[in-house]
């Protein structure tokens, strides 16, 4: 079996680009990846176009091989834009090796550990009030994992860091002590503070709020994350935006996260997150996915959580009242989640198919994250 060719297809779904990429082989089998690197869409589709020209007459059946090839291939190797290229090219392998033997992927990564996995939602903070309407929602439907996000406290992209910790540790408390010790609950801070905003926005909640703080502050130090862990005892949730094995090393080895966010999509596919994996559970930290995109990150995630025994729980886009899963017309084939659980497919390969038809008509749009700012005009991280 050889690669005939490999398509990226960023296209406009939804509120977001996502791109698809297909990769071909000379025996009518074709896997389909997904790289998490959002709103840089085209420097990654260029990325995947360089890897083509080498790529194609390669066996698909030797991720692992070729992995090494397209990072050690130039000497500038390792960083997000090439390996969120790279990740969706190795899961595209991935969905191909699994169709040409009739499995499903998690066969190859040593076979299925549970029947279903086990997701968390996200809610938004407008109010005290409507934070705990929107949680008792997603508990009434049996979700007992739920995210916040922070709190806004003025409009359009001004944000103001103390101001949205004070107000976001004080609804936190409200709502804890309104839906009970049971379910899970955390926050996002999209790495939006400072060490001292952090510590002082775990610092105003009794302990016990909050059973996991996902990236309060940026990752490019470690050090300033082990600074952070002397000053509060809430476990922290880290490695969305990691591109390796390497960036959670520190991480992982010195005891800075307690949940592994990895992402499939962006830290080097199924052939480097089995990796981080393994790495993880010798350190007894149970992976917690970032799965932001569509139908086939949210797959390959599912695939890798069923064959790893170190998990928490996925990340699944959904409101209190709704799913944001993309539409059936691009993607006639996907995984759907049974209330707050995926169940994992037997059906070859990662169990989704897309339209490539309707994605070629489909228009890619340039889409800016928000840029905040703060008060006093500087700008600050989204």
């Known amino acids: 079996m050889k690669i005939t060719d490999i398509k990226p297809y960023p296209v406009w779904i939804g509120h977001r680009n996502q791109t698809i990429v297909k990769v071909e082989t000379d025996e009518e089998i074709y ?9 840089r869409e085209l ?3 260029g990325v995947i176009k360089h890897f083509r020209e080498f790529l194609i007459g390669c066996d698909p059946r030797n991720p692992a091989a070729l992995w090494q090839e397209m990072y050690r291939s130039h000497y500038f190797e390792g960083g997000r834009v090439l390996t969120a290229a790279m990740s969706a090219i190795d899961i595209a392998l991935y969905d191909i090796m699994a169709k040409s033997l009739g499995v499903p992927v998690y066969q190859l990564l040593g076979g299925k550990q549970r029947d279903f996995i086990p997701c968390f939602a996200t809610c938004e903070m407008p109010s005290t009030e409507a934070l705990i309407a929107n949680a008792r929602l ?3 439907s049996g979700w007992n994992v739920i995210r916040s996000n922070w709190a806004h406290t003025h409009e359009g992209d001004v944000y103001e860091p103390r101001e949205s910790l004070a107000l976001s540790a004080e609804r936190l408390v409200a709502l804890r002590e309104a839906i009970g010790s049971g379910p899970v609950l955390g926050i996002d801070f999209h790495h939006r503070l400072s ?21 309060p502050i940026r990752d490019e130090t470690p050090e300033a994350y082990e600074s952070l862990r002397t000053m509060t005892d809430v476990p922290f949730a880290i490695g969305e935006e990691f591109a390796s094995k390497w960036q959670f090393a520190p991480y992982i080895e010195r005891g800075i996260t307690n949940f592994a966010r990895l992402d499939l999509c962006n830290v080097g596919g199924f052939t480097e997150a089995m990796k981080v994996a393994g790495m993880a559970e010798t350190h007894y930290i149970d992976l ?9 990150c949210t797959a ?25 899963e993309p539409n059936f017309d691009l993607y006639p084939q996907q995984l759907q ?3 707050s659980r995926i169940y994992v497919p037997d059906t070859p390969g990662l169990g989704v198919d897309f339209n490539e038809e309707l994605a070629k008509e489909k228009p890619f ?5 928000p840029h905040p700012r703060r008060l006093d005009g500087s700008r600050t991280n989204w």
Do not use: Y
């Open 138 to 140: 997603l508990l009434d």
């Open 288 to 296: 917690m996915p970032h799965n932001p995109l569509g139908p086939i």
């Open 43 to 45: 420097a990654v589709a």
């Open 195 to 215: 060490v001292a905003e952090a510590a002082s926005f775990c610092q105003r909640m009794p302990s016990g709020t909050l059973d996991f703080l996902e990236e």
């Open 300 to 324: 390959a995630t599912v695939h890798l959580a069923a064959a790893v025994p170190n998990f928490a729980w996925l990340e699944h886009r959904v409101s209190p009242t709704e799913t944001l």
């Open 337 to 339: 989640a049974e209330g």
């Open 31 to 39: 896997g389909l990846g997904e790289p998490g690197f959002s709103s």
């Open 365 to 369: 749009e340039f889409w800016e994250a």
